[in-house]
């Protein structure tokens, strides 16, 4: 039997990526919809709402922006969340532009030697969130069909994401890194001159082009994914464990949705407002702050290149699901 668990364990992922590969054939027809379905996604909603920000957030690292908003807010920044004033860049970009911004961000900071290893992975727990306009937009107006319902989740979403940071101030403050030299050159660089602005612009498309290639593949591929477990019954079987807590089996599979895929998950999500207005507003507001394993997956492609560790990325995003959800529930019940 420990012989078995071993092999189990060294082949998990050629055991699980051959199985998904048989499922691609198998189900090749609802997937090639699913697929369809998700560059669609991709095309009309992602590209053309976060690729103006990755090259906008691409071109502001370039100047002395975080040089000079981090100066005017030295006194806050650092004794808050216990990072460079100049990592308010990324805090603000991370609340208004959406996932991945953040995260990307965050590494554009570390790759600059502004912030350390550590401060990356206080900011990377706190600065990846969704965006105003997914939320008050897609989620308030367009799937709840009511303005105050997106308001009290935007309100959650960025007083958890705030809290978040204040908690995780404490991330391995015992640590000292000793090789790490704040680059207060790179911070405070001089201002941009029109001759580079042409090799600055491209350079900052070039980045964004590939960043958004990457998110739009993770879509596609979790859109799949999703139409497999949909189509081979795992859905059902894992709601039927679910139904012997007395979970009915539509707020289970919309949940489980959701923390796998969020865009999918909210929208199955909201559409139990009828039923159980306060349940769907809740498992919302915590699939938001969560964000789902396709956006981990898509921060973890991001980070990884930066030697950032993922774990407080995940710790923080549960935190944040978890803050959201009690101070919707108060806001409901108040408002």
Known sequence: MN???INLRKYFFTILFFLFLVSLLVFSNTNFIAAQNGLVIWATKVLPSLFPFFVGAELLCSTNFTYILGKALKKII???????SESIIAIILGIISGYPVGAKVVCNLKKQKIISKIEAERLIAFTNNSGPLFILGTVGIALFGNQKIGLILLFSHIISSILV???FRFWKSD??????IENKFNSQNTPIKVADLGEILG?????????ILLIGGFIVLFSVILSILENSGIFD???NIFSTFGIPKDISISTITGIIELTNGVTLVSNLYSINPLVSILIVSFLLGFGGFSVLLQVYSIIAKENISIKPYFYGK???????VTITYILFIVY
Do not use: D, R
Not at 203 to 211: L, P
Not at 319 to 324: K, R, T
């Open 78 to 84: 650092k004794p808050i969340f216990n990072v460079p």
């Open 3 to 5: 012989f078995l668990v």
């Open 203 to 211: 350079n900052s498309i070039k980045k964004s082009i590939s960043s």
């Open 318 to 324: 549960l935190l944040h699901g978890l803050f959201s």
């Open 165 to 167: 940071g204040y908690f």
């Open 237 to 239: 079987e894992i709601a």
């Open 175 to 180: 640590k000292i890194e000793v090789n790490f």
